[in-house]
T-cell receptor
Framework: SQTIHQWPATLVQPVGSPLSLECTVE??????LYWYRQAAGRGLQLLFY??????ISSEVPQNLSASRPQDRQFILSSKKLLLSDSGFYLC??????????????FGPGTRLTVL | GQSLEQPSEVTAVEGAIVQINCTYQ??????LSWYQQHDGGAPTFLSY????GLEETGRFSSFLSRSDSYGYLLLQELQMKDSASYFC????????????FGAGTQVVVTP
């Protein structure tokens, strides 16, 4: 069966500090991978989307970046965090042969607070 | 562009029926999905509609009318554990492989 891991679960960082969040998927090959951010009480905002190693689509211009160094590893980074980067970060995957069904499977999330 | 609208909150008592509406505006529409998210947790998939009509999965049903750009999620025999946020999400030809999520509807179930 497939599983998706995210870490850390919670993170408190000062403004201007760097960020690295990691997501790994097990039990599947060539998944589509996604990074979302969710503000408190709000919907999911798609940040990055990847269909393969080194292939990243940025959905929202901001000071975040993403990388996919391995097939089942997706990393979200920032060089200098802003207060507005606070939120709940969710990684998700879907099967490579995406149909209109496109069921996405979410990781447990990282709650980031920037002070 | 794409937009989705759903109510922000619905309150109901245990055993009742709740309908969460979702209207969308999107070009190249393919299908409408529903996800459930408990407070502090990850979203989980509930249902999907690509064609007009009703899809039933246990106590939950989802409906789609493509001509009206409208769908709903029906929660029957409400239980306390159904207290959560529910999101509709659209898949479109213009953004293949990606979902556009609504802002979510918080369902509060009271005893």
């Amino acid at each position: 069966s497939q599983t998706i891991h995210q870490w850390p679960a919670t993170l408190v960082q000062p403004v201007g500090s760097p960020l690295s969040l990691e997501c790994t998927v097990e039990g599947t090959s060539n998944p589509n991978l996604y990074w979302y951010r969710q503000a408190a009480g709000r919907g999911l905002q798609l940040l990055f989307y990847s269909v393969g190693i080194g292939q990243i689509s940025s959905e929202v211009p901001q000071n975040l970046s993403a990388s996919r160094p391995q097939d089942r590893q997706f990393i979200l980074s920032s060089k200098k965090l802003l207060l507005s980067d606070s939120g709940f970060y969710l990684c998700a995957w879907s099967p490579i042969h995406t149909s209109s069904y496109n069921e996405q499977f979410f990781g447990p999330g990282t709650r980031l607070t920037v002070l | 562009g794409q937009s989705l609208e759903q109510p922000s909150e619905v309150t109901a008592v245990e055993g009742a029926i709740v309908q969460i509406n979702c209207t969308y505006q999107t070009s190249g529409f393919y299908g409408l999905s529903w996800y459930q998210q408990h407070d502090g947790g990850a979203p989980t998939f509930l249902s999907y509609n690509a064609l007009d009509g009703l899809e039933e999965t246990g106590r939950f049903s989802s409906f789609l009318s493509r001509s009206d750009s409208y769908g709903y999620l029906l929660l029957q025999e409400l239980q306390m554990k159904d207290s959560a946020s529910y999101f509709c999400a659209v898949m479109s030809r213009d953004s293949w492989g990606k979902l556009q999520f609504g802002a979510g509807t918080q369902v509060v179930v009271t005893p």
